[in-house]
């Protein structure tokens, strides 16, 4: 998951309940991997008990009351006192707004569910698109549609889905910085900057979605300068603006000044910063997998919220889900499969 630089894995686990049947078949769908292994039907759950929804001034993003997380949280709560301080940490993440990342399988049922979950509850659901063609080079997370018209395909089902409900979209991670890093061979590149063009035109018409088109990371390339040509021809001057971080570890601060550089070179473009689990920034590591791969020692980041105390930046967001793995490395379960020990030793550190 990774270019010349660095890079990231993530998978969607989609999971909700209150939309009723569809979106209880969403349960059984993973976004771009294989299900988790602790994930059960909605049958099998105990009913869990549900985080209750941010105050919307600040964080107007929704709340999955059944995400992986709070299922475990629940289940360990009615395992008797041994478990009660694993739920009480798991509960650090269930009670935060999540992005679903939306997968290769039924997109229109997929945010279509969400939304009106979403909606249901008075919020906004944060949504990831990831299924360009030619995804990842071949790194943890490779696959993606087969081709342009695949992908415009499952591009229009997606949209059908979101429809007039509201929704922050995150615009196929590593597309532009594969491009620009020439991690993605070059005979790819025409095509791809034409369909994320076309996908930002697609989900801005819209009439409340927003849309932030994925620039990396301050640590994979750089100067930002690098990054400010291939983000016009995928279509920025459409988009709300671009996001930075996505299941990365680099700090806040690091990620506002990247920001603000490339921001100042698209024409003051806005940008939202994943902090999912930056809390304790990167792992100083000798190898570029083993900064970004599963690393040890790091922290759940600052929560979710519009309150960012920077003009420029719309929002903290948690792109990547907190618990899920990076990939099959530091004996981690595969990319985007639940890990409740790493879960566990991020809310532990969460400061």
């Known amino acids: 998951m990774y270019g010349s630089h660095t890079g990231r894995a993530r998978r969607a686990r989609a999971v909700l309940g209150t939309a009723g049947a569809a979106v209880g078949a969403l349960m059984l769908l993973a976004g771009c991997s294989s299900p988790s292994s602790s994930a059960t039907s909605p049958k099998e759950a105990p009913p869990p008990q549900a985080p209750a929804q941010q105050p919307k001034a600040r964080v107007p993003f929704w709340v999955n009351p059944e995400s992986t997380a709070a299922k475990r949280a629940s289940e360990l709560r009615r395992g008797g006192r041994s478990g009660q301080a694993q739920a009480q940490l798991l509960s650090k993440i269930a009670a935060q707004p999540v992005a679903e990342w939306i997968g290769p399988d039924d997109p229109e049922g997929q945010t279509r569910g969400f939304t009106e979950a979403a909606a249901a509850a008075d919020r906004i659901a944060v949504l990831v698109l990831y299924n360009i063609p030619h995804r990842d080079c071949g790194q943890y997370s490779q696959g993606g549609a087969s081709d342009g018209n695949a992908y415009r395909g499952w591009l229009d089902g997606a949209v059908r889905g979101i429809g007039n409900r509201g929704a922050t979209v995150i615009l196929e991670p590593d597309a532009v910085p594969h491009v620009s890093d020439g991690c993605t061979p070059h005979q790819y590149h025409e095509e791809r900057f034409a369909l994320l ?49 996505v299941s990365n570890f680099q700090t806040t601060k690091a990620n506002k000044d990247y920001g603000h550089r490339l921001s100042g070179l698209l024409g003051g473009k806005h940008f939202v910063i994943d902090t999912s689990r930056n809390g304790n920034g990167p792992l100083n590591a000798p190898s570029h997998e083993k900064a970004w791969c599963n690393p040890a020692g790091r922290a759940l980041g600052a929560p979710p919220t519009t309150r960012t105390g920077d003009s420029k930046v719309d929002a903290y967001l948690w792109v990547k889900r907190p618990g899920e793995s990076d990939g099959t490395c530091k004996g981690g379960p595969g990319a985007g499969k639940w890990w409740e020990t790493y879960a566990l030793d991020l809310a532990r550190n969460a400061h």
Request: cysteine-free.
């Open 197 to 245: 063009k076309e996908a930002v035109g697609r989900l801005k018409a819209l009439p409340h979605t927003k849309v932030y088109l994925d620039a990396g990371n301050p640590s994979w390339v750089n100067p930002p300068d690098r990054m400010a040509d291939p983000l016009r021809r995928a279509g920025i001057d459409q988009a709300d603006g671009f996001a930075l971080n």
